[in-house]
């Protein structure tokens, strides 16, 4: 479900903000969200604090449209065990 596809009739009448005070929060939020980090509690907090922030929601469809497109495109490939133990290696681990 996409935290901001479900915006009432009264959120759609107060007006929009067209700069964020809390940008760095909102990008924490924001990348949580996506990744799947978020709570329901979070996850509505922020739609219900950031649904009327136009750098917000642009970030989010943003940021998504990124996600999405990368995992679409990038393929999974395991890594080979030598190069995990070479590494390990050379970390010491």
């Known amino acids: 479900m996409?935290?901001?596809?479900?915006?009432?009739?009264?959120?759609?009448?107060?007006p929009m903000k067209h700069e964020c005070e809390n940008h760095a929060e909102c990008m924490k939020m924001i990348q949580m969200i996506l990744d799947g980090e978020a709570n329901a509690d979070e996850k509505e907090h922020f739609r219900q604090n950031m649904d009327r922030?136009?750098?917000?929601i642009k970030t989010y469809h943003l940021e998504k449209c990124i996600k999405e497109s990368l995992h679409n495109?990038?393929?999974?490939?395991?890594?080979?065990?030598?190069?995990?133990?070479?590494?390990?290696?050379?970390?010491?681990?």
């Open 2 to 14: 996409d935290v901001l596809s479900e915006i009432t009739e009264a959120e759609l009448a107060q």
């Open 73 to 93: 495109k990038v393929e999974r490939r395991p890594c080979p065990e030598k190069l995990v133990a070479a590494i390990k290696a050379q970390l010491n681990y």
């Open 53 to 56: 922030c136009m750098p917000c």
